[in-house]
């Protein structure tokens, strides 16, 4: 199950989609592969045992929806990175997520022990300003990757904070020199304006012309 992009504000756009990591399932993987194995050897050494077939098959179903369980958790389980902030998405029937905006972001930190590294797994741990605070997030696909990634963001939605700020709103522009000419003549016909303070005003006015 993809995450939806109508989740997405205007002008946001995706950078990374994550699932965990393939090691996320792969304890119920392994049991369910030894359960089809003992369940083999258990048929040719007893062939003619219905109590053992029984016993095998039951195994084989409980660890295989152990396994099936284990599976659509990975399967609906998103950590993304958007332009504008980082998401995190799990559960089916009860839904959880937690929504970090990138310009809270204070530091991204990541864990790998040796085994993790040969997998290219990890877990990686946001610090962000709010109620929140440390947010731990498990079996992340390249940890050291993603957190790159993360900072890479935060620094482009920052530039943009900031070239938004600088364009600032449009300035509204003044009357037309013509325009401010008629005005002026209008304030010499009413007597406000003497003839010569006219003159000398309409002249400067043409000249920036």
Do not use: C
């Not at 530091?107 to 590294?117: D, S, W």
């Not at 509204?172 to 007597?191: F, H, M, N, T, V």
């Amino acid at each position: 199950m993809a995450y939806s992009e109508e989740e997405l504000y205007p002008g946001e756009k995706i950078v990374l989609n994550l699932r965990p990591h393939w090691w996320f399932f792969a304890p119920q993987a392994a049991a369910l592969v030894a359960a089809v194995i003992l369940g083999v050897v258990a048929l040719v050494g007893f062939p003619n045992s219905s109590a053992v077939a029984l016993v095998t098959g039951v195994l084989i179903l409980i660890v295989l929806g152990w396994f099936l369980v284990r599976y659509v958790a990975w399967s609906t389980t998103h950590l993304v990175l958007t332009t504008d902030r980082l998401i995190s998405r799990s559960g089916v029937f009860t839904r959880q997520g937690i929504e970090i905006p990138l310009e809270r972001i204070n530091t991204v930190f990541y864990r790998e022990t040796l085994f993790e590294r040969l997998l290219g797994s990890g877990d990686l741990v946001v610090e962000s300003a709010g109620e929140n605070g440390n947010q731990s997030f498990a079996n992340i696909r390249k940890p050291l990757k993603v957190q790159n990634e993360i900072y890479q963001q935060m620094e482009s939605n920052e530039n943009r904070k900031f070239q938004q700020v600088g364009q600032g709103p449009p300035v509204a522009s003044g009357p037309s020199i013509p325009e401010q000419i008629g005005q002026l003549d209008q304030l010499r016909r009413q007597g406000i304006v003497s003839q010569a303070e006219f003159d000398a005003k309409k002249a400067d006015l043409l000249k920036r012309m």
